[in-house]
DNA sequence: TTCATTTTTGTAATCATTTTAAATAATTCA
DNA sequence: TGAATTATTTAAAATGATTACAAAAATGAA
């Protein structure tokens, strides 16, 4: 949790309680959670914590580059405390946001980083969608 | 007109005269246009014409894959009446969305399509953000 | 025409997100 | 310290996109 303080300080975030703990649910649950997810997670750890807050303090998150808002669920939006360069993975069947981390792809980011002929480039997302292992095994 | 009534016929979907005007639309506005403009747009020609049609079509376009639903835009889902392997370019600035066509993007598409590792891939959608040359020159 | 099926329509409901204004907490500096 | 300023959090209401629902209209086969 100090580690937690001092990666948001250094990102020019002061460290306050709520964004501490939203910060830490990000970085300990992979599963690409949405605001509603989150926001039930923290209440027993915060009484008090408003949506509000958490959709203000996504948002900084997204703005100071610690978190990825991702809108590859057409419904909602779901966030990552993973800002390495990867694509993701959505099933159709249930719902989950799986992660890929491909060798191709850091070289595509990469690749088209900053500039594509006279438009100027800051992020890019890369969404597959299709059915997931366990899905198209209950299928059988 | 005509050709867009073979068009859908030989995709499984009956030529409505409310689904050949979306269409036509769709083919003929390559703006990645949301639902709130293709409705406004298509009001003159089909006074009738109620917002849930519109999604009930979009939706079935979608599903017959004669259209695309694009979650490229945090606000809106916009659609692409351009079916063939492209990415997109949104503007924060002005919210354009820009098609881009690049040799790489087909490769990479085709490269991971149908499985990574145990997932069954059925579609990519690949969105680039930034600003612009419109609105870059602007600022200048 | 008759009956069944498909498509369209209008309304109401739902749900995620934003707006707003007030309350609380933290920081500044006299 | 302590009053003033600024930043953060909160709750409630508003907005806006999308979906659910049920009735009406159109289509098509028998
Ligand atoms: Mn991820
Ligand atoms: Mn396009
Ligand atoms: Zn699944
Ligand atoms: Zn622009």
Avoid: W
């Amino acid at each position: 949790m100090e580690q937690t303080k001092d990666y948001l300080s250094s990102h020019g975030i002061r460290p306050s309680a709520q964004r501490m703990a939203i910060m830490d649910y990000l970085l300990s649950h992979k599963t690409h959670p949405t605001v509603e997810e989150i926001y039930t997670a923290l209440l027993p750890l915060l009484p008090t914590l408003s949506k509000t807050t958490l959709y203000n303090t996504l948002k900084l998150f997204s703005d100071k580059k610690v978190a990825l808002m991702l809108n590859i669920d057409e419904h909602t939006t779901r966030f990552d405390g993973d800002v390495k360069p990867h694509a993701h993975f959505q099933c159709q069947v249930c719902g989950r946001v799986y992660d890929i981390f491909q060798e191709e792809l850091p070289e595509l980011v990469s690749l088209y980083k900053q500039q594509i002929g006279k438009l100027l480039i800051s992020s890019v997302e890369i969404s597959y969608k299709g059915v997931c292992e366990m899905c198209k095994n209950k299928k059988d």
